[in-house]
């Protein structure tokens, strides 16, 4: 039974890499407590932050609390605990180095055998 569960883990490991890594807007996957698991290609571009800047940190650490803005805590915190998901919520931030940006976030939580949060997608789709 371990083999089958590892390979099933690796087997989808590879799938949302593979997924992360075609998306054509930044991509973020947090873990439950909202620190960063990892980020697609695009947002490290598009935010111009590094991975090692990014990755196991606080979603509302990067970049020096570029990220602490209170309409994404407020999605974060308040509506997917209630709703599991928000589409094309828009917010505007002025962020250093790219300047003032509109964007669209979505956010959908993931559950691991209806108990606990395991992963909470976040993409950004920049307008």
């Known amino acids: 039974m371990l083999f089958t ?23 973020v996957v947090l873990s439950g407590d909202l620190k960063v698991k990892r980020a697609n290609q695009k947002f490290y571009e598009v935010f111009e932050v590094k991975r090692e800047d990014t990755e196991n940190h606080f979603i509302y650490e990067l970049g020096n609390g570029q990220w ?13 605990p ?7 919520f828009e917010i505007n931030r002025n962020f250093p180095g790219i300047g003032n940006t509109s964007m669209r976030l979505s956010g959908k939580r993931l559950f691991h055998n ?8 976040l993409a950004m789709v920049p307008h």
């Open 5 to 27: 569960d590892i390979t099933l883990l690796k087997t989808s490991l590879m799938y949302a890499e593979a997924i992360e890594g075609i998306v054509a807007h930044p991509l």
């Open 114 to 121: 209806h108990k606990a949060t395991e992963t909470i997608l």
């Open 82 to 88: 209630k709703h599991s998901e928000f589409v094309e």
């Open 68 to 80: 602490d803005i209170p309409e994404l805590r407020k999605l974060l915190e308040e509506v997917l």
